[in-house]
């Protein structure tokens, strides 16, 4: 088994963790750690590809190291909006977790600001 | 097909850098003058839009800007097509409505707490610039980035009165939107490896059929219908859009959920145009049909109004979806020159205009009662006839009743299920229309009917703000007037349209 195929096999379980706890755990605080789970695999998958590019002769595809650049900075900013959205509603309700939120029962002049 | 900068290709950097700057100088001069830069913003970046329409319309051609002079797969490029356009300046003239609409609502009070109207202005234009990128990038990893901008943008707004339902609604709301874009990435990635480019005309170009493809845009799609909300990843769409306030919920249901849509459209057309399977196209077909029956149905069983509308919107994206199955490897010619395509395009933006004055229409009519539960609208048509008015002219689209947009949409539906033989996404148009026609009359009966008790207003709605809701509404109805053919406009920039000799 070559390296690339170890570290995609690795990218893959990570995604598929990620996925399940994302979908599986009601504690909003896991699923804001599993979303970035899942975040590690998509770029683990882009080291991955970038080494598979250096077969070419390059010493190594530089173009997804530079989009993981990227996708990190977007995942630690999705991740800082998630978190602070999370205390605000933790402040509010007292819980971390989403409960059937029916907006029928809610207070009925919700239209202002 | 060249790769370079074309001219006029500068009007695209302009469309994107307006509005963020303007959100920049937002923050950095903070508290009142959010509203002021947004309204110096707000007439240039509609004359930009304008001026790209234009140019497309006189040249029939795209436009195209290579960023920084790096021509692809090296650099980024912006293209802007005849489809780009249309959205473009439907999102331009609607978030110029949904800003004079918001000019009172949002007024930055003198000495009071000013972030709820900061954070307002301020988003309005980063998801004014979030969208122009959508619509303009041509490289499938800069979509992303702009996806996610487009997220950051949206979930706060729905929060903006910071009650636990509304922020548990935008929780919900960035968990689906968040799963939807890591879907999409790792599809991208997945892409990036087969092929070694991400921009969509060399991968056009390059992309065959084999598993890693299927593989690949099937994840980016899933990913791309969770943003766009259509059955069954609707479950965050209606108490999101219920509960933001009525400017961002008319942004949110009007052209936010258009952005996913568009990109699903790039990727099924654009990226792998002639490769998608007629059986992967069905299955989107099949969940827009779910979407228009369950949508419609449990939209005349809400008791608020504003939930009633959002449920709606869930129904009328299932209407979007049902263009893959009719334009995907049509009998004769292209996708884009069949009347389903052109049909999926108009309701989008038909859709964009009757959605945002019905939410803004319900706006005025909880701020006049006091709430928004259907139950207690009677009287409302005397107290707000042009609010009401508007609605109705909104409902008009949605039911497919002529003439307007959504008429002409759904009848170039029609005709494409007929030409294509497959007679049962007919049958669910109809239905659909049917069904809209219910929940709109549950409302107009109610809103018209004389009320038990005497009305109370708790507040005077001016007469300018219902007109501006009439305007929004009106537009939709002014779509009634496009030809009911496949429109050349829509068509220019597709692939190969002048090397087949089409026209």
């Known amino acids: 088994m070559s ?8 990218s893959t379980v990570l995604v598929g963790l990620g996925l399940y706890g994302l979908i599986v755990h009601p504690e909003l605080l896991r699923k804001i750690l599993a979303f970035n789970l899942v975040g590690g695999g998509v770029f683990l998958l882009f080291g991955v590809i970038a080494r598979r590019g250096a077969a070419i002769g390059f010493g190594g595809d530089p173009v997804p190291q530079a989009l993981v650049i990227t996708g990190l900075v977007v995942a630690f900013a999705a991740t800082a909006l998630a978190v602070a959205l999370l205390l605000r509603l933790f402040q509010e309700t007292g819980r971390a977790i989403l409960q059937s939120d029916k907006l029928t029962d809610a207070p009925s002049d919700n239209s202002q600001p | 097909m060249t790769n370079s900068t074309t001219a006029g290709g500068f009007l695209l950097v302009l469309a ?47 436009l195209q800007y290579s960023v920084g002079g790096w021509i692809p797969p090296l650099g980024v490029a912006f293209r802007a097509d005849g489809l780009s356009a249309v959205m ?95 879907l999409y990435l790792l599809g991208a990635v997945l892409l990036y490896g087969a092929y070694g480019t991400l921009d969509i005309v060399l991968l056009s170009g390059r992309i065959h059929a084999q598993p890693v493809t299927w593989a690949a845009i099937s994840l980016m799609t899933a990913g791309l219908l969770a943003k766009a909300a259509l059955y069954p990843f609707h479950l965050w769409l209606p108490p999101a859009h219920a509960g933001a306030p009525a400017p961002a919920s008319a942004l949110l249901s009007g052209l936010v959920v258009k952005a996913p849509f568009f990109l699903v459209v790039r990727l099924w057309f654009d990226v792998m145009p002639g490769m998608p399977e007629r059986a992967a196209a069905q ?25 009633l509308i959002a449920y709606s919107t869930v129904a009328q994206i299932g209407y979007l979806f049902l263009m893959f199955p ?26 964009a205009f009757a959605k945002a004055a019905m939410f803004m229409a319900a706006g005025l009519i909880a701020e006049a009662l006091g709430h928004d539960r259907i139950a207690g609208l009677s009287g409302i048509g005397r107290a707000l006839p042009i609010t009401v008015f508007a609605f109705g002219l909104g409902g008009l689209s949605l039911m497919g009743l002529p003439p307007s947009g959504g008429f002409v949409a759904k009848a170039m539906l029609l005709t494409g299920a007929v030409a294509e ?29 004389d009320p038990i008790e005497p009305l109370r207003l708790i507040t005077s ?40 000799g089409l026209r």
């Open chain 2, 461 to 500: 709605v001016s007469r300018g703000r219902q007109a501006l809701v009439a305007a929004v509404a009106l537009c939709a109805v002014l779509l009634g007037f496009v030809p009911l053919r496949p429109s050349e406009f829509l068509q220019i920039g597709r692939p190969d349209t002048v090397a087949v």
């Open chain 1, 3 to 10: 390296g690339a195929m170890l570290y995609g096999f690795c």
């Open chain 2, 88 to 182: 473009i300046v439907t999102s331009a003239l609607l978030i110029c409505g949904i800003g004079l609409f918001a000019r009172t609502q949002f007024a930055a009070p003198r000495g009071a707490e000013t972030r709820a109207p900061l954070m307002f202005w301020t988003l309005l234009l980063a998801v004014w610039g979030a969208l122009n990128v959508v619509f303009i990038g041509g490289d499938l990893f800069n979509l992303y980035v702009a996806l996610e901008l487009l997220t950051f943008a949206a979930v706060p707004l729905v929060s903006l009165d910071g009650r636990a339902e509304t922020l548990a609604a935008a929780f919900r709301y960035l968990l689906f939107a968040l799963l939807g874009s890591i």
């Open chain 2, 326 to 351: 009719l334009a995907i490897r049509p009998e004769a010619g292209h996708p884009w020159s069949t009347a389903a395509w052109t049909g999926g395009i108009l309701q989008a933006v038909s859709h």
């Open chain 2, 16 to 62: 994107i850098v307006l509005p963020v700057v303007g959100v920049l100088l937002s923050l950095a001069l903070g508290g009142r003058q959010a509203q002021r830069v947004a309204f110096v913003v707000m007439p240039f970046e509609l004359a930009v839009a304008v001026a790209i329409a234009a140019r497309i319309w006189r040249t029939h051609e795209m």
């Open chain 2, 283 to 307: 299955v989107l077909g099949i969940l827009g049909a779910t979407a228009i029956i369950f949508g419609s149905v449990v939209a005349l069983r809400q008791a608020r109004l504003k939930l």
């Open chain 2, 421 to 449: 033989g497959q007679w049962w996404w007919a049958l669910v148009v109809l239905a659909g229309g049917l069904l809209a026609g219910g929940y709109v009359f549950l409302v107009l009966l109610r809103a018209l009917g």
